[in-house]
């Protein structure tokens, strides 16, 4: 039967008279929720190893590079239906699933970070502050991560967007 339209339910009601918009409130809640816990964990990892790879460079970026590579070239179906196989049913829900996706998506904004990171560290700017003696966590957290804060904050909203249609 088509859902039954009143004034007090604007998006209808299902066959058993549950609130359509009821339903869609709560699963925003859900998601915003596994938002508000999927991007700063994925951010803080794959921001964080970007910026070493692409600041460093040599040995730790070309070892880096290929374990990610190796990861991601990982059917992602797959590996969710052999993780949530393993994990007791008990156990089962948001946090699993989460816990999978911040697993392996964190590695698209590292080879972003990656590549601004190597852009920048050759800079004026980054030049100048070894010169006055700025050790690397310096330079690292208070020059080169606000100047490339922009590709981090021009991600988040197409973050989200894959995390929603992910879960």
């Given at each position: 039967a088509p859902p039954i339209f009143e004034t007090r339910n604007w998006l209808g009601t299902t066959s058993q008279g549950y609130d359509v918009l009821?339903?869609?409130?709560?699963?925003?809640?859900?998601?915003?929720?596994?938002?508000?816990?999927?991007l700063p964990i994925v951010y803080l990892i794959g921001v964080t190893i970007g910026m070493l790879m692409g600041f460093f460079g040599g040995w730790f970026d070309?070892?880096?590079?290929?374990?990610?590579?190796?990861?991601?070239?990982?059917p992602f179906l797959f590996v969710v239906i052999i993780f949530s196989s393993m994990v007791p049913e008990r156990f089962k829900?948001?946090?699993?699933?989460?816990?999978?996706?911040?697993?392996?998506?964190?590695?698209?904004?590292t080879y972003l970070m990656r590549t601004a990171a190597y852009r920048d560290r050759e800079r004026d700017y980054i030049s100048a502050a070894r010169v006055l003696g700025a050790g690397t966590p310096r330079i690292l957290f208070r020059h080169l991560l606000p100047n490339t804060i922009a590709i981090i904050v021009t991600l988040v909203p197409f973050t989200m967007s894959s995390l929603i249609s992910s879960l």
């Open positions: 009821a339903y869609l409130y709560g699963g925003l809640q859900v998601n915003f929720k596994a938002a508000l816990i999927y070309l070892v880096s590079q290929r374990l990610i590579e190796i990861f991601s070239n990982m829900g948001l946090p699993v699933i989460l816990t999978i996706l911040v697993a392996f998506g964190w590695m698209g904004m």
